[in-house]
C-alpha cells in the first residue's frame, strides 16, 4: 500500500467512457493550461460500450446527438451498434492525445475535501494496492448506474430452474442460443433490442413483459442526412443533422407534454404502421402512461415488429409467478418453456460511481443533497457529475456540463478563486432528480440526489434552454465563490 499525496493535479476526471473523453477534449481546448487525468476502473476505455456486450447491443439515440460535436459522426447509420460506437469513443480518444491521459485499472472509491487546504483527496483502488492524489475540482463522470451489477427480481423458484440464466449486463461470451427457447423478461430498451436479434440467431424467442412500453420505429440509416452528405460531404451534412434532431426531438417531448392524448395517438399510429396489425398493438403495445412519462424504446427500421412477425419471435404480456425447473409459470397459469432465461430487468442506479464523500470530515450522502445546474451538489465545493438527459441524448448534455466546468475553472482562476460551492435558499421546493416513471428510477428514489423547483437547482430536460444557461448565464446564482 502506497500512502501520503504522491501527486497534485488541477482536475481529476473519474470515468473513461463517453463522458469522460468528452470531459478530457473541453478541459485540454478550454483550459489548457490545467494538469488533469482520467481514472478509469476498468481495464479498457469505452464505459458502457465496452461492457455491454450482449447480442444487438446498440444506441438508443440518434448518432449525429449522442456524438461528440467536436468530433462528428460520419458513420453510415444513425443507430450504431455498440461496437461501431467503442470504435468511435476509442478513434476521438486517440485522434486528441486523450488515451495517454487516461489511467486504467484506477477504482476511485472515496473523495474527502478539506476546506483548510482548499483540495479533494482522492482514493485510489489499483491493481497494486490503494494510492493517494489530490486534485483542486473532482469531475465524476462515471454514469448513473452500478457497472457492477444489474437488477434481478427475487424471482420465487429461480433456484430450481434448470436452464441458463444472464443478465444482458453480464452476457457471456460463446452462449449459443440456435435453436433454444429463450424467454426475455423485461420490455425497455434492453430486451426491444434483444428480441429480434436474438431470432435472427435462431433462437425462438419470447418477450415477457409485465405491461407494455412505447416503441418508436425510425430508419437505421437517417435518409436525410443521406442526402446532406451527396450534397456537403459527411462532416458537414452530420452537423446540419444533429442541429435537425435537436429541434425536432425537443418539439416532440414538448408536444408529449403539453397534448398527451395527441402524442399516444401518433405513436400508437407509427407502431401501427411498422407492425402492419392493429390487434398487436392494442394487445400488446398500449401502455397505461403516457410517452415520455418513461423513456422511449427505439426499433431501427422496425425490426421488433418485423420479428414478431414471423414464426421465431412473440410477445406475452403477464406477469411472473414463479420459475420451474423447464420454465416460468406466469399469473395467468400458463407456462412458458425455456431453456435459457434472460433476466433484462433493468439496471441498478448508482449517481457518482458509489464513491464514499466527505467534506471536512462529514459524510456527504448523494441521497441528502439537491443539484445545482444539474451537476453540483449543494454544500460540496468543487465537485461537479455528469448526468445525461432522460429525454435526449447523453451526449448532448454531458458536452454541455464539461464546458459549463471549464467556464467555471476558468472564472475562478481569472479571480483568483480557489472554492466554488453551491448553497441552497432556504425556501427552496424539493422534486424528485428524474422526471421519468420508470420503475429502476422508482426503485432508486431513496438513494437519488433531488433537485428544486426553479433555477439554477431545477434540472430541465431542454437542451436548448441549457446551452442558454450553461455556456451563457451567470455562473454566481447560488454559488459561493471564495479564495
Avoid at 490545467?34 to 476502473?41: D, F, H, I, P, S
Avoid at 495517454?100 to 476511485?108: A, Q, S, Y
Avoid at 444482458?168 to 440456435?178: A, F, K, M, N, S
Avoid at 431501427?300 to 409459470?329: M, N, W
Amino acid at each position: 500500500m502506497t500512502g501520503g499525496a504522491t501527486e497534485h493535479l488541477d482536475v481529476v476526471v473519474v470515468g473513461g467512457g463517453l463522458s469522460g473523453v468528452d470531459a478530457a477534449y473541453r478541459l485540454q481546448t478550454e483550459c489548457p493550461d490545467r494538469t488533469y487525468a482520467v481514472l478509469e476502473g476498468r481495464d479498457e476505455v469505452g464505459g458502457t460500450w465496452s461492457l455491454f456486450r450482449y447480442p444487438g447491443v446498440r444506441s438508443d439515440s440518434d448518432m449525429h446527438t449522442l456524438g461528440y460535436p467536436f468530433e462528428p459522426w460520419t458513420g453510415e447509420a444513425a443507430i450504431a451498434d455498440g461496437a461501431g460506437i467503442l470504435d468511435y469513443v476509442r478513434r476521438t480518444a486517440d485522434r486528441h492525445g486523450i488515451t495517454e491521459r487516461i489511467r486504467l485499472r484506477h477504482k476511485v472509491v472515496a473523495a474527502a475535501w478539506s476546506s483548510d487546504e482548499a483540495r479533494w483527496t482522492v482514493t485510489v483502488h489499483r491493481p497494486d494496492g490503494v494510492v493517494r492524489l489530490t486534485c483542486s475540482f473532482l469531475y465524476l463522470c462515471s454514469g448513473y448506474y452500478d457497472y457492477d451489477a444489474g437488477h434481478t427480481p427475487a424471482f420465487d423458484g429461480l433456484g430450481t430452474f434448470e436452464g441458463v440464466v444472464v443478465h444482458p449486463q453480464h452476457w457471456p461470451e460463446g452462449l449459443d442460443v440456435g435453436g433454444r427457447r429463450v424467454v426475455v423478461v423485461g420490455s425497455g430498451a434492453t430486451a426491444v433490442t434483444l428480441v429480434p436479434e436474438l431470432a435472427a440467431r435462431g433462437a425462438d424467442v419470447t418477450m415477457l413483459q409485465r405491461s407494455p412500453t412505447w416503441v418508436m420505429s425510425l430508419p437505421r440509416v437517417d435518409p436525410g442526412e443521406r442526402r446532406l452528405r451527396r450534397v456537403f460531404g459527411p462532416g458537414v451534412a452530420a452537423r446540419l443533422a444533429r442541429s435537425r434532431n435537436v429541434v425536432t426531438s425537443s418539439a416532440f417531448y414538448r408536444l408529449t407534454r403539453r397534448w398527451p392524448a395527441a402524442s399516444r395517438s401518433l405513436v400508437t399510429r407509427s407502431m401501427e404502421r411498422a407492425s402492419g396489425s392493429k390487434s398487436l398493438v392494442s394487445e400488446h403495445f398500449s401502455p397505461r402512461y403516457d410517452p415520455w412519462d418513461q423513456r422511449l424504446c427505439l426499433a431501427p427500421d422496425g425490426d421488433l415488429f418485423t420479428a414478431l412477425a414471423g414464426d421465431r419471435a412473440h410477445v406475452v404480456t403477464d406477469t411472473v409467478e414463479r420459475f420451474t425447473p423447464t420454465g416460468i409459470r406466469l399469473g395467468s397459469g400458463r407456462e412458458l418453456p425455456a431453456d435459457v432465461v434472460v433476466t433484462a430487468t433493468g439496471l441498478t442506479l448508482l449517481i457518482g460511481g458509489g464513491i464514499d464523500i466527505t467534506v471536512d470530515g462529514v459524510a456527504r450522502s448523494t441521497a441528502d443533497l439537491v443539484v445545482h445546474r444539474g451537476c453540483m451538489f449543494d454544500g460540496v465545493p468543487n465537485l461537479a457529475v455528469c448526468v445525461g438527459y432522460v429525454n435526449a441524448s447523453w451526449t448532448l448534455r454531458a458536452d454541455l456540463t464539461s464546458r459549463y466546468v471549464c467556464r467555471l475553472l476558468n472564472r475562478m482562476a481569472r479571480d483568483g478563486l480557489r472554492r466554488a460551492t453551491p448553497r441552497v435558499p432556504p425556501d427552496l421546493g424539493r422534486r424528485p432528480l428524474l422526471p421519468i416513471t420508470s420503475t429502476y428510477v422508482r426503485r432508486a428514489g431513496s438513494t437519488l440526489p433531488q433537485q428544486g423547483d426553479r433555477a439554477p437547482w431545477l434540472m430541465r430536460q431542454s437542451y436548448l434552454a441549457d446551452r442558454r444557461e450553461m455556456l451563457h448565464g451567470r455562473l454566481d446564482d447560488d454559488l459561493e465563490l471564495a479564495r
